[in-house]
C-alpha cells in the first residue's frame, strides 16, 4: 500500500488509560508515543479549561476535534423542548474549541424516545435538530469553527436520534442548499459497519460532505487491525482512493496495553503517526 496522506489523530478520551496517572497526563503519553494530533469528547469534570491549554501547549499537541458537552442523553441537539440545554452546551464547547484552536466541533443529537422506533422516518427530531444545527452553524461561523454530525449506532447508544447516515446525509445537503458551507460529515468506520454496512458505497455516497474520520474494529470497537468484521487493509485503500487528506482518528478500545496495541497497529499497515 502507498504511504497514506491521511493524518492520525489520537482520542484522548479512549486511548492511554492505562498509561497515565489522568486525564491531563495523557497528552504527555500522546506526545511520546509519537502523536501529532489528537481528538476528544468533552473533556472531564474536575478538568478545567486553563489546565487542557497548559497541557496542549507544553506537549506541542493539536487538538483536532471536540464533542459538544453532553450528559446521559448524549445530546440535545435533536430533542424539542430543549433548546437552552442546547445552546448551552453549545456556548460552553465553542468556549474550550477556541482557547484550544480545535477547529471542529462534533455537535451530538442525542436520545429521542421517537428513535427507538423509528429513526428514519421520524420528522419532529429531524426538524427540530435542523434548526438547532441552523444555529449553531452561525454561532460557529463567528469563530471561523465547522460543525460535524456522525451517525452513531444504536447498539451502542440505544434511542440515539441520528442513527442513519442516508437522514445525515440529507441533512447537511438541506443545509448546504441554504446555502449553509460549515457543516460536515464525521464518518466512522465502526458506526457505518454496525449501522448499514456496505462501506464502500456508504463512504462513496456522502464523500463530498465528509470533514472528519475514525476508526475501530467492528463489533467490539478494539484496535483495528484486530480480529473483527472490518478489512482496514482495504478501507486504507479505500481512503487513498477517493482521496482523502484529512484527520483520522484513532476511537477505539484497546484490548490490552495501549503502546503495544498501537504499536501492532501501525506496523501491520505500515503507517506512521
Not at 486525564?23 to 501529532?36: I, P, Q, S
Not at 458551507?181 to 458506526?191: A, P, R, T
Amino acid at each position: 500500500m502507498a504511504a497514506p496522506s491521511f493524518k492520525l489523530a489520537a482520542n484522548l478520551t479512549l486511548l492511554f488509560n492505562d498509561l497515565a496517572a489522568n486525564y491531563l497526563d495523557k497528552y504527555r503519553v500522546a506526545a511520546e508515543l509519537g502523536f501529532r494530533y489528537i481528538e476528544s469528547w468533552f473533556p472531564p469534570v474536575g478538568v478545567t479549561l486553563e489546565q487542557l491549554v497548559a497541557a496542549q501547549t507544553r506537549h506541542g499537541l493539536k487538538q483536532v476535534l471536540i464533542n459538544t458537552e453532553v450528559d446521559e442523553n448524549f445530546g440535545y441537539a435533536a430533542v424539542k423542548g430543549k433548546e437552552s440545554e442546547f445552546r448551552a452546551s453549545l456556548e460552553k464547547t465553542i468556549q474550550y474549541a477556541c482557547a484550544l484552536n480545535i477547529p471542529a466541533i462534533h455537535i451530538m443529537s442525542g436520545k429521542t424516545e421517537s428513535s427507538r422506533t423509528q429513526p428514519i422516518a421520524s420528522e419532529d427530531p429531524y426538524t427540530t435538530l435542523k434548526e438547532n444545527l441552523i444555529y449553531a452553524c452561525a454561532e460557529l461561523e463567528r469563530h471561523s469553527l465547522t460543525a460535524l454530525i456522525e451517525p452513531v449506532n444504536q447498539h451502542s447508544v440505544p434511542g440515539y436520534y441520528l442513527s442513519s447516515f442516508r437522514v445525515a446525509e440529507r441533512l447537511i445537503r438541506e443545509l448546504r442548499a441554504h446555502g449553509i458551507s460549515n457543516v460536515q460529515l464525521q464518518f466512522d468506520f465502526f458506526n457505518a459497519q454496525r449501522i448499514c454496512g456496505d462501506l464502500t458505497h456508504t463512504f462513496g455516497a456522502c464523500r463530498d460532505l465528509i470533514g472528519h474520520v475514525q476508526i475501530a474494529q467492528a463489533p467490539d470497537r478494539q484496535e483495528p487491525h484486530a480480529r473483527g468484521e472490518i478489512d482496514y487493509a482495504y478501507v486504507f485503500e479505500l481512503l487513498a482512493r477517493e482521496g482523502y487528506e484529512g484527520y483520522v482518528g484513532l476511537e477505539y478500545k484497546p484490548q490490552g496495553n495501549t503502546k503495544e496495541g498501537l504499536e501492532e497497529f501501525l506496523k501491520t499497515f505500515d503507517l506512521k503517526l
